[in-house]
């Protein structure tokens, strides 16, 4: 989620069992993988990259050590998407009691959105999240600062919302 000066909507939205995602095919050449072992300036540059056009700022400031911090936990996984062997987007999860799991930061690369990656990758996070951490209950949370199609994306795949706020 992004951070401003201007107010923004908070969506958080909920999957209580996986026979609620409604997946979208992968296209040809789309692989998901997890960074094995955990790099954190893998992490660093997709949130940069990821983030810039969305107003992601907070992790900005993080030294190399908080980054080093931050993927090591064993609660946190990274996944790369790649299409055709390039990198093309990434998403983290983090498994928390009691037996969440968020989608903790999802996005594609600018150079990939609006090319029909977005709902098979989020299919893919959800499988992933439902099988990490004895989930019983996958979140996340969106923002009106994020990709226009985010919310509807989310929703699509089986997302229900539970909560609004403004910030």
């Known amino acids: 989620m992004g951070q401003s000066d201007k107010s923004s909507t908070v969506y958080y939205l909920e999957m209580l069992d ?3 995602l409604q997946p979208k095919d992968s296209p040809p050449g789309l692989d998901i993988t997890m960074v094995d072992p955990p790099a ?4 660093r540059d997709f949130y940069r990259e990821v983030g ?3 107003g992601w700022t907070d992790r900005l400031v993080w030294s190399d050590q908080q980054w080093a911090d931050y993927v090591s936990r064993p609660e946190l996984q990274t996944w790369i998407a790649c299409v055709d062997g390039e990198s093309a987007g990434y998403f983290e999860l983090e498994a928390q009691e009691p037996g969440d799991v968020e989608i903790i930061y999802f996005g594609l690369l600018d ?3 609006n090319r029909g990656l977005g709902g098979a990758m989020l299919t893919e996070a959800i499988r992933r999240a439902w099988s ?3 989930a019983r ?3 996340l949370h969106t923002c009106t600062e994020d990709h226009p199609a985010a919310l509807a994306n989310y929703r699509r795949r089986g997302f229900e919302l539970y909560d609004t706020k403004r910030e």
């Open 111 to 113: 150079q990939y959105i």
């Open 18 to 20: 996986i026979g609620q």
């Open 132 to 134: 990490f951490g004895g």
């Open 137 to 139: 209950r996958v979140w």
């Open 52 to 54: 810039a056009k969305w």
């Open 40 to 43: 954190f300036e893998t992490n």
